[in-house]
């Protein structure tokens, strides 16, 4: 793989139970040439396990970051990749890691990217996979689908390697929103729907989880989250406006009304 | 995966040290679909460390055969691939997983055909290659090229279960020769180039590998096999009979070098 995309690599790996498993995949990205390794609350690290798994790629082990949120592991990453063995009912965009390496490597040739990880029970929560723009399915056998952690680290770095050999560079979208601003915008959005009163007839959770795979599609520049935030922005001024016009109003008719009670 | 080709597919382990591996591995064959483990040799087996990896694959360690030679494991089988992490001097074809996988997937519509791992730190001998009609390379960093078995069992049963998406039949070699029909034809050809004095001017063991090498492309058919091995009766025949005939003249002279010296 070309250094440079190996270096705009993160493997994320969210509230991983066992500490072997940690290992093992520091040594399947490490046979792929992958090097970035983001531990979300791991249960134990380091942990001796982890450095028995790991084999010779102990370095990866010794530069993990280990962060206390999802966001914090996805700080300036412009394209998260999130492994799903099910097919849920909301969801962003579905790939195989076959259709979705080529992507992968695309946005990594400019600037950082991420392939998330759930917990080895039950996988990514989908307020995690919400964070991702694309989905990706090993495909597997449907009687006993459950491949282990590492095994499907080496499945996609393998797969990435494979669609590195194979790629032909091509000019990547032009400053997509950085993770941190896709949140920040998530995050005024939700805020303004609830000043509005858009929530009191719509499940707000499952509303935002539609609004993020609208938004994951569209893959927005940082200029479009700058305008959207600005639209919002507006939309809560006008509505503050409205409501300060209002009691104004409610105030004016309640004092004519003591003036005429009087 | 057609339940059919999967029944036709063997995962052999040979001389395995780590238990762990042996249940990871099993685990890495139930999730793409594949059930039929064989273990030639190993170190442990069974044990707890090997249950505890399988997690719910527990049903194909209970089903393991473990074989005491490479050749027990192969019995009835018509073509194998061995993984190598590194390209030798004499070697077989070399193919990524990518290209031998629908190649495996074309013999195992009819007969038996295995996949071979060799042991984890120095993965298959000279002479277990030398069983194999195909070699796979799992492309990887020049750096740290060696992938954990369960791991490289994982991509192997990935990359089948792909193929097996993509697969349109096509039919297979008229009945190809077994594994212990090659074997014995070997067997009868190392003898028979003794017998005839071949060896006394080249290195058996290197000369057996370039032959091995040469069969292994051709991928004999049964009948060719009963032909070849006609062909190496009738030449030690021959060359007793030359032998019995050079005997009888020396003989024959002795006798009459003694009639003259009287």
Redesign the interface.
Known sequence: ?QPLYAGNIRVVLSHTTHPGNIG?AA??M????LRHLYLVNPRHFPDPQADA?A???DDILRNAVVCTSIDQALQDVVFTTAMTARLRDISIEVK?P?EAMPLVLQQASAQPVAMLFGTEMSGLSNAEMGRAQLLVN????P??????L??AV??MA?EL??AA?NYHPVAPESRPAAHQQMEGFFAHLEKTLYEIGFFTTQNPVRLMQRLRRLFARARPEQEEINILRGILSVTTEYNARLKTRYQQEQQHVREQQDVQKY
Chains 1, 2 share one sequence.
């Open positions: 793989m093992a040594r399947a490490k046979t792929m040439g798994m084999a010779g790629a195989t076959r090993i495909p597997a056998s009687e006993f689908s459950s491949l282990n590492a095994a080496q499945v393998y390697t494979v050999q």
